[in-house]
């Protein structure tokens, strides 16, 4: 019987090894405590069709443009200042004078701004294309309708902020540009005019306009946001991506390992929907 011998590790190996546990034993202690690791192993890596293409990545962009217009959000309310007040030095409104000093006097503030505001239009316009790219593959169709009805309120919500955001700058163009739009919302039958009065904050724009819309586009509308992409992500993993009109393969479907074994429904495709007294018995998911 031949006998195998273990070479002793070296001194360099020994100090990687003990390095390697010291850098994993926080994501270790982590993972034994909530499985947050697995779940964002599970989350980036799963099935997905084999013959889909770069425009299955206009969801990401859209959420990747929705992180920029986050952080530069976040830079730009540590230096703005949401008042209409005017200054008596200068005559001009402390809330474009903050503006001003973040453009021009702030290090890179030009570029944060700048970012902010034009990832605005880039961010709805993703969002469009990405609806557009669901709409003409089907993949607004059973089981993926609420996805469909939480992309739309996304959009809804993406608009909303760049309305609110649109005035924040407190020149002629963003109060003019607010004073259409109100109007426009206030034509609405029923609750038209309740609706332009609450976003007025009283009967004309005022500095209690600036407020409020600052409250919404800081507070309320980026919560709401985060909180349906979560949930439309959630519904993304639980259902799988859609395959193209042109596949032949199933979305997420694992192949037969046996013939006649039964495939696992996952969470990646739910089985066709059931009918008759089956319906009664199985769930959507296609667990029973």
Do not use: C
Request: zero cysteines; charged letters at 15%.
């Amino acid at each position: 019987m031949a006998t195998t011998y273990r070479r002793k590790p070296t001194k360099a190996e020994i100090r990687r090894q003990k390095m390697e546990e010291l850098a994993m034993f926080p994501i270790d202690w982590l993972e034994e405590r909530s499985g947050l690791i697995g779940g964002v192993r599970y989350f980036l890596f799963r099935n997905v069709p084999a013959d889909i293409n770069w425009m299955q990545t206009l969801g990401s962009a859209a959420l990747t443009a929705f992180l920029v217009q986050a952080i530069t959000g976040v830079i730009l309310a540590m230096y703005y200042v949401p008042s209409a007040a005017t200054d008596p030095k200068t005559g001009d409104p402390v809330a474009w004078e903050s503006i001003v000093h973040i453009t021009d006097d702030l290090t890179l503030g030009w570029l944060v701004r700048g970012m902010h505001r034009w990832g605005a239009s880039v961010f709805i316009i993703l969002m469009f294309l990405h609806m557009g790219r669901v709409f003409l593959f089907g993949a607004y169709k059973y089981p993926r309708e609420l996805n469909w009805i939480i992309g739309v309120l996304i959009l809804v919500s993406g608009m909303m902020e760049g309305f609110t955001g649109y005035l924040l700058p407190w020149d002629q163009t963003a109060y003019w540009a607010t004073v259409v739009g109100i109007n426009l919302n206030g034509t609405a039958p029923f609750l038209g005019p309740w609706l332009a009065q609450f976003l007025r904050g009283g009967q004309e724009i005022s500095g209690e306009t600036l407020t409020r819309f600052y409250s919404l586009h800081m507070l309320l509308i980026p919560g709401a946001i985060i909180g349906l992409i979560t949930l439309h992500l959630y519904l993304v993993i639980r259902l799988g991506v859609t395959s193209p009109p042109w596949s032949k393969d199933a979305a997420g479907m694992e192949p037969e390992e046996e013939e006649g074994a039964r495939l696992r429904p996952g969470l990646t495709r739910p089985v066709p929907r059931p009918s008759g007294a089956s319906a009664m018995q199985a769930e959507p998911g296609g667990q029973e």
